[in-house]
């Protein structure tokens, strides 16, 4: 069967044996067609995140996908392509540096079963850039804190051993929780089952009870008929 990879601004199309994993197919491209195919892998099992791409407009990761004839294959949106499915994934460290969510200061509590299940999923990131590249906030904002970030701030401002989780909640307001359109795209596509929609509703309520509201909200039509 055929599958179809960008490469620059073309496709190529080449052929792959049948059942297959993506990631299988690329290598069998690799060894057995075009040595300079380029594309990123690491654990081979969901782990790592490297190997996240676009398949048919959608995000996944290519060692559990199955491939399929006539897929089209795609580097991440929002991403520096550095060659092939190749692409430069270095942004995020930037982000996680500018929203500062991690125990800065903490206290010594003892958690529940309860308090860890709270923020267990979200520790399960694999910093996949699936849900960036799904998000389309990033084709108006490219400052925008995204998807991940946001459920990582979530994560460190609910942890009861955080002293003060005011500095993070101060960090994500601007390009962060209020920008977000609430599609949900990057729940759809997260392969860990996390859901940063979720979260950031979460953090919208968190964050009112800080004193900040949208501040989208005074610019609001509510059409005609509607009074305060
Ligand atoms: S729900 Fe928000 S963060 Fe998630 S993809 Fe949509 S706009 Fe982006
Ligand atoms: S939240 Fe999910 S989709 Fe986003 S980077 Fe983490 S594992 Fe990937
Ligand atoms: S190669 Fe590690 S997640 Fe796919």
């Not at 380029?38 to 676009?54: E, H, L, P």
């Not at 995020?92 to 010594?108: G, P």
């Not at 996949?128 to 904002?141: I, L, Q």
């Not at 101060?170 to 979720?198: A, F, H, S």
Request: with cysteine; hydrophobic share 35%; charged share 30%.
């Amino acid at each position: 069967m055929k599958i179809k990879i960008k490469r620059d601004k073309e496709f190529s199309e080449f052929e792959v044996s049948s059942n297959l994993m993506l990631l299988e197919a690329l290598f069998e491209i690799k060894q057995n067609i075009d040595s300079t195919l380029t594309f990123d892998s690491g654990c081979r099992s969901m782990v790592c995140g490297a190997c996240s791409v676009r398949v048919n407009g959608k995000e996944v990761l290519a060692c559990a996908t199955k491939v399929n004839d006539g897929d089209e294959v795609e580097p991440l949106k929002y991403h520096k392509v550095i060659r092939d499915l190749k692409v430069d994934k270095s942004s995020k460290l930037q982000t996680i540096k500018r929203e500062k969510a991690y125990l800065k200061e903490y206290k010594e509590v003892a958690l529940t079963p309860e308090d860890e299940k709270l923020t267990e999923r979200q520790s399960d990131c694999i910093l996949c850039d699936s849900c960036y590249s799904a998000c389309p906030v990033f084709e108006v904002n490219e400052n925008f804190l995204g998807p991940f970030a946001l459920t990582r701030a979530y994560r460190y401002a609910v942890d009861k051993r955080l002293k003060e989780p005011k500095e993070i909640i101060d960090n994500i307001q601007k390009d962060g929780i209020w920008d977000c359109t609430l599609c949900g795209e990057c729940t759809l596509v997260c392969p860990k089952g996390i859901d940063p929609k979720g979260d950031i509703i979460n953090l919208r309520n968190l964050s009112a009870q800080y004193g900040y509201m949208d501040p989208n909200f005074g610019n609001m039509d509510f059409g005609s008929g509607f009074s305060f």
